[in-house]
T-cell receptor, first 111, second 112 residues
Framework: QKEVEQNSGPLSVPEGAIASLNCTYSDRVSQSFFWYRQYSGKSPELIMSIYSNGDKEDGRFTAQLNKASQYVSLLIRDSQPSDSATYLCAVKSTGRRALTFGSGTRLQVQP | EAQVTQNPRYLITVTGKKLTVTCSQNMNHEYMSWYRQDPGLGLRQIYYSMNVEVTDKGDVPEGYKVSRKEKRNFPLILESPSPNQTSLYFC???????????FGPGTRLTVL
């Protein structure tokens, strides 16, 4: 079992819809969670970070964390074609010195 | 402008020819990392540094070396590159272990 798992997609949504991206992790002592967006051929850029259970909203983005179920999700409201990218989930666990990344979910927003 | 820079951005080389990819950050970050990204495997950490002269292996360190003689620089060294090291490489820095990582623009390496 991978430490951080994501559906590779592609996840295809129409413009204006809500895109829901999910991530599960295996290490129960994980403490910090990040969503990165990566356009093709470019470097990852941070979208959201979340550290405690519940929802965290930033503009059109909402991160949701459920430590009991060991999943973290990212909702993108009013999806735009410019949101088409690969979204990487990253987890920081106690005792590990680095982030562990999932392999990413490719999102396609259809105009 | 706060940034992480990498050079070169693209490199084609041959098996066994030593190469160095440079990484520099201007944010006074203590933590720096090197990752490689391969299709279907995501980002995997190669090496990690918590400060000057302090480095540690990541998940895939075989075939790579690093050094951290100055806080801002963290070069990645391939002493004898092989074709399985063909990949997209990213350098990243962060203020502390739990904070956002800032990524460089990437170096696409091809080893023939």
């Amino acid at each position: 079992q991978k430490e951080v798992e994501q559906n590779s997609g592609p996840l295809s949504v129409p413009e204006g819809a809500i895109a829901s991206l999910n991530c599960t992790y295996s290490d129960r002592v994980s403490q910090s969670f990040f969503w990165y967006r990566q356009y093709s051929g470019k470097s990852p850029e941070l979208i959201m970070s979340i550290y405690s259970n519940g929802d965290k909203e930033d503009g059109r983005f909402t991160a949701q964390l459920n430590k009991a179920s060991q999943y973290v999700s990212l909702l993108i409201r009013d999806s735009q074609p410019s949101d088409s990218a690969t979204y990487l989930c990253a987890v920081k666990s106690t005792g590990r010195r680095a982030l562990t990344f999932g392999s990413g979910t490719r999102l396609q927003v259809q105009p | 402008e706060a940034q992480v820079t990498q050079n070169p951005r693209y490199l084609i080389t041959v098996t066994g020819k030593k190469l160095t990819v440079t990484c520099s950050q201007n944010m006074n970050h203590e933590y720096m990392s090197w990752y490689r990204q391969d299709p279907g495997l995501g980002l995997r950490q190669i090496y990690y540094s918590m400060n000057v002269e302090v480095t540690d292996k990541g998940d895939v360190p075989e075939g790579y070396k690093v050094s951290r003689k100055e806080k801002r620089n963290f070069p990645l060294i391939l002493e004898s590159p092989s074709p399985n090291q063909t990949s997209l490489y990213f350098c990243a820095s962060t203020l502390s272990g739990n904070n956002e990582q800032f990524f460089g623009p990437g170096t696409r390496l091809t080893v023939l």
